[in-house]
């Protein structure tokens, strides 16, 4: 079975200080990880994905994520965090086998401080 | 192609009402999905769509609700004798898949239903 833990429900950072923000996933079988981003009234937006290319995966607004398998932990972090940052951030699990559904976390609502 | 859309964007009924939301995927798209967001949480699974078949519905899809989707192209989500409890955002979500593991889905705004 799929799941996702994100570790943390809220996290407050400083403007342009790094970002943080954790991810556990369980996956019986090879998994497709994605992170995206909800800004209030406005759709998820994709911000990275992960389908067993590179463990470092680079993503849009210089949003990182690096596949951990021995961890199981797809952590997305962000060297300096800018006001515009402030959002919704989910931790996505995917398996082809399960129709390609995907299994979301809680969410992790950043906080920027100016 | 503007991406997927979904209407309404808000939906306010009274309890034992009938509602019926409409998403029209990415027209390439192949695969159409269904999810339900409450507040504070993560949008949950509840059923999708390859072409116009409906491969798997979640148990969260009670036998109040059902969904559609005609020709494969857009898709209706109906849900019946409406519960406090449904108020929720509806999201759709469409992908081309083409066996491959790589499944990015793209969002519509969502519907957001509130029941009296």
């Known amino acids: 079975a799929q799941s996702v833990t994100q570790l943390d429900s809220h996290v407050s950072v400083s403007e342009g200080t790094p970002v943080l923000l954790r991810c556990n996933y369980s996956?019986?079988?090879?998994?497709?990880l994605f992170w995206y981003v909800q800004h209030p009234n406005k759709g998820l937006q994709l911000l990275l994905k992960?389908?067993?290319?590179?463990?470092l995966v680079k993503g849009i607004n210089g949003f990182e994520a690096e596949f951990k398998k021995s961890e199981t932990s797809f952590h997305l972090t962000k060297p300096s965090a800018h006001m515009s940052d402030a959002a919704e951030y989910f931790c996505?699990?995917?398996?082809?086998?399960?129709?390609?559904?995907?299994?979301f976390g809680t969410g992790t609502s950043l906080t920027v401080i100016p | 192609d503007t991406g997927v859309s979904q209407n309404p964007r808000h939906k306010i009924t009274k309890r034992g009402q009938n509602v019926t939301f409409r998403c029209d995927p990415i027209?390439?798209?192949?695969?159409l999905y269904w999810y339900r967001q409450t507040l504070g949480q993560g949008p949950e699974f509840l059923t999708y769509?390859?072409?116009?078949?409906?491969?798997?519905k979640s148990r969260l899809l009670s036998d109040r609700f059902s969904a559609e989707r005609p020709k494969g192209s857009f898709s209706t989500l109906e849900i019946q004798r409406t519960e406090q409890g449904d108020s929720a955002m509806y999201l759709c979500?469409?992908?081309?898949?083409?066996?491959?593991?790589?499944?990015?889905?793209?969002f519509g705004p969502g519907t957001r239903l509130t029941v009296l």
């Open positions: 996505v699990v995917s398996e082809r086998d399960t129709g390609n559904q995907f299994y």
């Open positions: 992960y389908t067993s290319a590179a463990t």
């Open positions: 996956s019986s079988y090879s998994p497709s």
């Open positions: 027209s390439e798209h192949n695969r």
């Open positions: 769509f390859q072409n116009e078949a409906q491969l798997e």
């Open positions: 979500a469409s992908s081309f898949v083409a066996g491959g593991p790589y499944n990015e889905q793209f």
